[in-house]
């Protein structure tokens, strides 16, 4: 179902952590709320599940005012970072109790718990306890509990983030495959950007309770609304140079990048991609700098240089070797550079 | 390094490894162990061959061993089981009813309100509960002094109260919180008992219920609260938040959730608490000498009795002391299973 928060607000007490949030999901979507630890993301998906009330504002799920709504009539499943499995009934026990609280007939019930555990490959282990089982297999309990039923919405607050790297990978495609399977919207929550990129459908940026950008992944990558999208997102980040504008080039202390027609700007922030620039020699490239560290990582090599005191991060040829301080040259793709106002952070569109 | 050479005299006073105790040691641990050991069964021993001897042997005493220093006699058995007879099992019926019913509803009626004070925030206005007390005094002077009837002169003092507490009730800041809460509850347990016992046994006069099972078990649920209050709070406290968010998002309301999710969490704590209230309510003396008379005596008074004006009765008072103890022991079997640990294993993280 199209679940719609309108200028949704929560304070506690006087700290507002969710400011004038705005979203539309559409009907199986999955959206994704993107930010650091304390930028209201939980609290926003709290205020859809009814776990926590409502400053201002208005959530809807379907065509229905649910703002003032207890959690069990709306109807989400919710699955926690904790997995928040009862810890006294068998695994079977746990995926059948939301149905079990709705009354369903225990032969009906049986069926769709077990068609519920099969999706998440758990069929042999319905007559464990929670105690009994992994991380892995606690976390697909607290997936299949959310599926057994047909909600109006899957509420998922960091549900990876407590399993190791490897398994976390393998979850996340299982998540997705279901995700799309069932068509279910989902709102999903986490700080992990990998996550948020691989799953979503749209991804919402969040910084201290203000929404910064709703776009699909690719558009958040590309094309960042603001300097805190630009700088949040990527690993290593989009680097991030002051410099000022003007007859169409962006100059620093150090070297200029030609960008075409451009109106002068006085100074603006430059952003640029790690794996949109290339190193060359000092004297021929666009801007110079030296070599900070450089770190192999297997595919290839991130090499961070020092320009005029600020660290920039280039990737280059896993075979690359340069030693540290020695000089070196910087060439960008300058239609793949970004531009930010200095004052507001702002994106300044060419 | 420099590790010592492990001579003789070091193995004795060295533990082998961190996990274990040093020869020494050992031998001191258990030496106490069994010393104390005597200390706490030696007086059951006593008890348990009294209640086999004779006067003549008590008087002449004492004798140790059964068959060697003395030939065990069921004279006493005899006496409090068949010639005493329904003089005897009354009180044992009376105390094993009065004691258990007590035992449940306290632990029931405890833990509600030890729930509500873990997961509920009050704020209880001063400027009310002032107002409460007041018109209490002014409704006891005007059927006092003023020989207003109470039926009507209660009603009214509820009214006012209500009216007061909606007109002013939120102009008041000055709040108490639960930790005031708790607190005022304990108190009651702190007052010594015998300074209420005159005006429970007037009020239990007045409405006619003196010398009935009722007024016991009301007065020991009532004596009793405040321990389980404080000792379920603890346990309930220690239930994770996200079990009871995930079932009440699943569906469940608020008694479900309490009776099937955090009831069941607490099943150490109501067990240990149970156990102690019924100890509390077995041996309890006090209260029962006032309140109860003939009908409703319990197994404290009867056992007191034999300390008759012939002198006390020490062979009598061990038989009843012996089937006294019994059920509890009994119980404490029976419950001890459930007192143990572990039960939140696997119901949050991996």
Not at chain 1, 217 to 242: C, Q, S, T, W
Not at chain 1, 250 to 268: E, M, Q
Not at chain 2, 213 to 226: C, D, F, G, Q, R
Not at chain 2, 276 to 300: C, G, H, K, R, V
């Amino acid at each position: 179902m199209r679940v719609r928060m309108i200028d949704v607000r929560k304070s506690f007490g006087q700290n507002e952590v969710v400011k004038n949030l705005s979203l539309d999901i559409a009907d199986g979507e999955f959206l994704v709320l993107l930010g650091e630890s304390g930028c209201g993301k939980t609290t926003a998906l709290r205020m859809v599940a009814g776990l926590e009330t409502v400053s201002g504002g208005t959530i809807e799920i379907g065509d229905q005012d649910v703002t003032n709504v207890l959690p069990k009539y709306r109807n989400v499943a919710m699955v926690f970072q904790s997995y928040a499995l009862y810890p006294h009934m068998t695994v079977a026990k746990n995926i059948g109790y939301p149905l079990k609280l709705r009354g369903t007939p225990a032969a009906e019930l049986d069926a769709a718990v077990r068609a519920a555990a099969e999706k998440v490959h758990l069929e042999d282990l319905l007559h464990r306890y929670p105690r009994q089982l992994s991380g892995g297999q606690r976390q697909r309990v607290a997936l299949a509990r959310a599926m057994v039923r047909t909600p109006s919405a899957f509420l998922m607050d960091e549900p990876l983030s407590n399993l190791d790297a490897k398994l976390r990978i393998a979850m996340r495609v299982e998540l997705k495959r279901l995700q799309s399977e069932l068509g279910v919207t989902t709102i999903y929550v986490t700080h992990d950007q990998v996550e948020a990129m691989t799953l979503a459908h749209r991804v919402a940026v969040m910084d201290e309770g203000v929404l910064q950008q709703v776009a699909p992944p690719k558009e958040i990558y590309d094309d960042p609304a603001n300097l805190f999208v630009a700088r949040f997102i990527g690993a290593p980040a989009m680097n991030i140079v002051k410099g000022t504008v003007e007859d169409g080039t962006f100059a620093v202390p150090d070297g200029a990048v030609s960008l075409g027609s451009i109106a002068a700007r006085g100074d603006v922030y430059l952003g640029f991609r790690p794996e949109d620039a290339t190193l060359a020699p000092a004297d021929e490239a666009m801007l110079r700098a030296r070599i900070y560290s450089t770190e192999m990582t297997g595919n290839e090599t991130i090499v961070t240089c020092e320009m005029n005191g600020e660290q920039v991060v280039v990737r280059a040829d896993k075979d690359y070797e340069g030693t540290l301080d020695a000089a070196v040259g910087i060439d960008l793709d300058p239609g793949k550079a970004r531009l930010f106002d200095c004052d507001n952070g702002r994106r300044i569109r060419r | 390094m420099n590790i010592p050479e492990r001579t003789l005299l070091r193995r004795l006073f060295l533990p082998y490894d961190i996990t274990s105790m040093a020869p020494a040691t050992k031998v001191l641990v258990y030496t106490l162990l069994v010393l104390w050991l005597l200390v706490v069964l030696f007086p059951l021993y006593w008890l348990f061959i009294t209640s086999f001897k004779l006067p003549i042997q008590v008087n002449d005493g004492p004798d140790f061993i059964p068959f060697i220093d003395f030939e065990p006699s069921m004279h006493a058995w005899h006496y409090i089981l068949f010639e005493l007879g329904n003089d005897t099992l009354r009180p044992y019926i009376n105390s094993v009813i009065v004691a258990f019913c007590a035992t449940v509803f306290c632990v029931l009626i405890g833990s509600f309100a030890a729930y509500a004070l873990v997961r509920i925030q009050y704020r209880v206005k001063i400027g009310n509960v002032l107002a409460f007390l007041a018109l209490l005094g002014l409704t006891v002077f005007t059927v006092t002094s003023l020989g207003a009837p109470l039926f009507a002169a209660a009603p009214v003092a509820i009214i006012l109260f209500v009216f007061f507490v909606a007109a002013v009730g939120r102009y008041f800041r000055r709040a108490l919180g639960n930790d005031d809460i708790l607190f005022w509850i304990i108190s009651n347990r702190i007052l010594p008992p015998v300074v209420v016992v005159l005006p429970v046994y007037l009020m239990f006069q007045r409405i006619g219920l003196l010398d009935t099972h009722i007024a016991l078990i009301a007065t020991y649920t009532a004596v009793n609260l405040p321990i389980v209050v404080w000792l379920m709070r603890d346990f309930f406290a220690g239930i994770p938040l996200d079990l009871e968010e995930s079932a009440q998002i699943d569906g469940a309301s608020r008694l479900r959730i309490f009776f099937t999710i955090v009831l069941p969490l607490a099943r150490p704590g109501l067990a240990a608490t149970s156990l102690l209230i019924l100890i509390l309510a077995w041996n309890e003396y006090l209260l029962a000498l006032f309140i109860s008379t003939a009908d409703a005596q319990t197994m404290p008074m009867l056992v007191a009795a034999q300390n008759a004006t012939r002198g006390p009765q020490w062979w009598y008072m061990s038989v009843l002391i012996v089937i006294m103890i019994a059920p509890i022991v009994l119980t404490a079997f029976l419950l001890q299973r459930h007192i143990a640990r572990g039960l939140l294993v696997g119901a949050i993280k991996g």
